[in-house]
């Protein structure tokens, strides 16, 4: 069956499936699935077709989402249904598509209608709408998870294949999980908010929900870039996903520090993921989570709730019953904050931020739980405040480190609550997280959604460069996990593939700060073969990491094992003199290990 994005599109492509056919399925789907609180407004079903049929006179090459249909967050602009926030009294008729919605449309979707929320995108549980609670399809008793509840529904559901959510404090992670889903939480800017209701303008971001990572990557691919229109997006080229990376180090909390409120399902489900990491190969680094438990505890004790009642402070003050009471609650003491407080906050913020990209130098990403524990509707309705932020252990703290997200499916526990994990790391390493997160994902075989499909083999990633980027060789410090891999990082570089050289290189530990090697050429055939791994970086980075290579090293013409000549780090012939050759070794990984040993 064709319901995954991948497999709708080659389906169009390839004539077997109309884009209207699929159109038409997901409205009957949505009549025969009846339940009216999963979509706040549906575009009439005559338009969508329509607009459906006309794709077939376009490029279908040119359309990365050609007939695909999507669901929209009722907090997201899109031409021809209201906005509503989830707020009858504050619905209005936006004059054009948000800024996301529109590139959707332009790369060939079909929007088909407004998808339920917790009002004001206020809240993580799915049930602080008076457009009622989204049943959740995987268990009935359970939440559906918010504020994205809608819209994870409507693809766990099988409803539509794609959905936009927004995440402010864990919306677009904690309703993934609960509806054994991927939710893709993109960089801070990557992806416009123009046309987005606020919930805190400065932490905002649109979401994906969707049943794979590579479909979620295929829409962020289409949606990202910087916006006039939006002050707070960035111009941030968005890599591309490349293999799962050799010797990758994943951060998980130190011992004593995860939190799981007694739930010890979905501990042992955590520990059984940190397995499969390790079976993919991951190393497991401990780091101190407790700054980042300090940082979300500003996210409602500090001054960014001031935001969320900026957005309905006239509302509160006119019609406060419009607005429901314990989105009230939260949102009213916003008001009480003083400029005093504002500035402590920041001032905090920002040391909280220094220590996190501390933590970050020598790993590639963090593991945690997308959410502690899971909750029944009847649970949250009893304990709305004390159970919402119980969810957002793992989630609050995110934005406001300035993070990217990507909440993956991890287990279907033994009482039918799914589990799931979130992998973070610092902005703009989006693709890093898909790379690895992929992987992940496919390794458990779980079922995807709620209707037990079968994921789709894992598609081959791109190896080559593209547009402007070159490939450089490194054979040190700056490989997957070493002191200076950070610095390719920073510079928006990936890691393209594992390799060696020919046999014509020696190599050499210099003494240097950090310790560094320095590889020669020799004779062809008379030297050795050096294990190293090919990066991208494009035409300005490379320029800007060249410019900062110190003597005795430099960039040369490196030839590789299979012939092809690339650029890459070698040594001046005067810098070995006195220096021990490790050549032997076949590379600086094992050297290092050799000198851990001993």
Not at 353 to 364: G, H, I, K, N, W
Not at 463 to 468: E, I, Q, R
Not at 548 to 554: G, N
């Amino acid at each position: 069956m064709t319901e995954t994005v991948a497999a709708i599109v080659a389906a169009h492509r390839a004539g077997t499936t109309t884009p209207a056919q699929t159109v038409a399925r997901s409205y009957a789907r949505i009549r025969d699935y009846n339940d009216p609180a999963v979509f706040i407004s549906l575009r009439d079903e005559k338009d969508a077709l329509a607009e459906a049929d006309a794709l077939t006179k376009k490029d279908a090459a040119q359309l990365p989402l050609l007939g695909v249909p999507v669901a929209v967050k009722d907090n997201i602009d899109a031409l021809g249904m209201p906005t509503t926030a989830a707020c009858p009294a504050f619905a209005y008729s936006p004059a054009h598509d948000s800024t996301a919605v529109a590139k959707l449309r332009a790369a060939g979707a079909i929007i088909i209608g407004k998808t339920n929320l917790d009002q004001f995108a206020t809240g993580l549980v799915g049930v602080r709408s008076p457009y009622g609670i989204p049943v959740n399809p995987i268990r009935g008793d359970l939440i559906p998870g918010g504020s994205s509840s809608g819209s994870a529904v409507a693809v766990a559901a099988g409803l539509v294949p794609l959905s936009l959510g927004t995440d402010t404090a864990g919306s677009g992670r904690v309703p993934a999980m609960l509806n054994n889903i991927v939710g893709l939480k993109p960089s801070l800017g990557l992806i416009s908010t123009a046309g987005v209701v606020p919930a805190c303008r400065t932490l905002d971001c649109i979401s994906v929900f969707s049943l794979t990572v590579d479909d979620a990557m295929t829409a962020l691919s289409v949606m990202a870039g910087s916006d006039g229109a939006d002050p707070f997006s960035r111009n941030r080229p968005l890599a591309n996903m490349t293999a799962f990376p050799g010797n990758l180090r994943l951060g998980i909390p130190r011992n004593g520090q995860l939190i799981f409120f007694g739930d010890k399902a979905s501990e042992k489900a955590y520990g059984e993921a940190l397995q499969r990491w390790t079976s993919l190969g991951a190393t497991l680094v401990e780091f101190d989570l407790e700054p980042f438990y300090e940082t979300a505890r500003l996210l409602y004790e500090g001054p960014w709730v001031a935001e969320r009642y900026l957005v309905i402070r006239n509302m509160l003050a006119s019609s406060p019953d419009s607005i429901h009471p314990v989105t009230r609650e939260i949102t009213a003491a916003g008001a009480r904050l003083t400029a005093a407080d504002t500035f402590a906050a920041l001032y905090r913020l920002q040391a909280l931020r220094r220590v996190a990209e501390r933590a970050f130098t020598s790993l590639d990403a963090v593991v945690l739980p997308t959410a502690p524990t899971a909750y029944s509707t009847a649970q949250v309705l009893a304990h709305p405040v004390e159970l919402n932020s119980r969810l957002g252990t793992y989630t609050n703290f995110v934005n406001l480190l300035d993070l990217c997200g990507l909440a993956l499916p991890a287990a279907m526990r033994p009482d039918g609550i799914p589990f799931g994990i979130t992998l973070l790391a610092p902005a703009g390493h989006d693709a890093q997280l898909a790379s690895i997160g992929r992987v992940f994902h496919a390794a458990t075989k779980l079922k995807m959604g709620s209707k037990c499909l079968t994921q789709p083999p894992l598609a081959a990633v791109p190896s080559g460069v593209n547009g402007d980027e070159i490939a450089i060789a490194v054979v040190g410090a700056h490989l997957s996990g070493m002191a200076l891999n950070g610095e390719l990082k920073a510079l928006g570089g990936r890691l393209l593939e594992e390799a060696a050289t020919a046999p014509d290189y020696t190599l050499y530990a210099l003494s240097t700060t950090p310790p560094k090697p320095g590889m020669l050429r020799v004779e062809p055939g008379k030297g050795y073969q050096i294990e190293l791994e090919l990066w991208a970086l494009s035409a300005a980075a490379f320029g800007k990491f060249v410019a900062a290579i110190p003597p005795p090293l430099s960039i040369g013409t490196i030839r590789l094992a299979d012939g092809r000549d690339v650029k890459g780090f070698l040594v001046e012939p005067l810098a070995i003199n006195g220096a021990r050759d490790i050549s032997s070794f076949g590379g600086w990984r094992a050297f290092m290990a050799e000198k851990a040993v001993v």
